[in-house]
T-cell receptor, first 111, second 117 residues
Framework: QQQVKQSPQSLIVQKGGISIINCAYE??????FPWYQQFPGKGPALLIA?????SEKKEGRFTISFNKSAKQFSLHIMDSQPGDSATYFC??????????FGKGTKLSVIP | DAGVTQSPTHLIKTRGQQVTLRCSPI?????VSWYQQVLGQGPQFIFQ???????GRGNFPDRFSARQFPNYSSELNVNALLLGDSALYLC????????????????FGAGSRLTVL
């Protein structure tokens, strides 16, 4: 049973554009929502994370928007760069590090 | 400062064999978690250990087992390998066992890629 649904599966964005990846969860016990970035041959690296007591968190070009009532959260990458080309995973956890991951979004930023 | 180190990086086994994967956490980190990442999918939780005790287990058969040593390093063992066990096995470490602190980041290693023939 997939508890975190991520879309789209793949995304192509022009350099300088905005990349948007969406996730939805089912388990209302989740209270920690991180986004991970993974390059080929590497492990996932934490990009940014949010807790349900805030609706938005921004770190540089990366912003998480969180809608608790809709059980949805999204990642926005502003001014997307070719170096941002990677696979992005949303995840959710409930009090421990037993994270449930989405299936991932492969982002390609073209010059 | 060394990150999470895993060994071996790649290995090939045949069906029915057994495999042991090793993980060294970041210095000072007391929690180690194991995840399985099948090609094209997100990581799936297998085990979490904190202070050498199992704190959580995902939906994996008993062929999968793990342990954490006094120095906080960890091993993942998989017996009676199946073709479907082919995956990238990721180890992650964190300072504590939970996410109560905003600074308690889960850091992944580069993984051990297992191919079962």
């Amino acid at each position: 049973q997939q508890q975190v649904k991520q879309s789209p599966q793949s995304l192509i964005v022009q350099k300088g554009g905005i990349s948007i990846i969406n996730c939805a969860y089912e388990n209302t016990a989740f209270d920690y929502f991180p986004w991970y970035q993974q390059f080929p041959g590497k492990g996932p690296a934490l990009l940014i994370a949010i807790r349900p007591d805030v609706s938005e968190k921004k770190e540089g070009r990366f912003t998480i928007s969180f809608n608790k009532s809709a059980k949805q959260f999204s990642l926005h990458i502003m001014d997307s760069q070719p170096g941002d080309s990677a696979t992005y995973f949303c995840a959710a956890g409930a009090g421990s590090y037993q994270l449930t991951f989405g299936k991932g979004t492969k982002l390609s930023v073209i010059p | 400062d060394a990150g999470v180190t895993q060994s071996p990086t790649h290995l090939i086994k045949t069906r029915g064999q057994q495999v042991t994967l090793r993980c060294s956490p970041i210095s000072g980190h007391k929690s180690v978690s194991w995840y399985q990442q099948v090609l094209g999918q997100g990581p799936q939780f297998i085990f979490q250990y904190y202070e050498k005790e199992e704190r959580g287990r995902g939906n994996f058969p008993d062929r999968f087992s793990a342990r954490q040593f006094p120095n906080y390093s960890s091993e993942l063992n998989v017996n009676a390998l199946l073709l479907g066990d082919s995956a990238l096995y990721l180890c992650a470490s964190s300072l504590h066992g939970g996410v109560k602190s905003g600074a308690n980041v889960l850091t992944f290693g580069a993984g051990s890629r297992l191919t079962v023939l």
